[in-house]
């Protein structure tokens, strides 16, 4: 499948509830240990694409 990065929004216990940016209300499960896959440290955000990312396409990061 495809990864998607969420937002984490509210802490219930040991379980964390998450909701997409484009979502309008927070997912149905929740962020536990055993489904955790990783973390997003920071985005850069540029102005207009660069010229290395005109001559390779779309980025892919985040994509499997």
Same mark, same amino acid.
């Given at each position: 499948?495809?990864?998607?990065?969420? +937002?984490?929004? /509210?802490?219930?216990?040991?379980?964390?509830?998450?909701? %997409?940016?484009?979502? #309008? +209300?927070?997912? /149905?499960?929740?962020?536990?240990?055993?489904?955790?896959? %990783?973390?997003?440290? #920071?985005?850069?955000?540029?102005?207009?694409?660069?010229?290395?990312?005109?001559?390779?396409?779309?980025?892919?990061?985040?994509?499997?």
């Amino acid at each position: 499948g495809m990864t998607v990065v969420h +937002r984490i929004m /509210e802490k219930r216990g040991d379980k964390f509830w998450a909701k %997409g940016d484009n979502n #309008g +209300r927070m997912d /149905e499960v929740y962020i536990t240990r055993q489904n955790f896959e %990783g973390r997003v440290f #920071g985005i850069i955000y540029a102005k207009e694409p660069s010229a290395q990312s005109r001559r390779f396409g779309s980025s892919t990061i985040g994509r499997r």
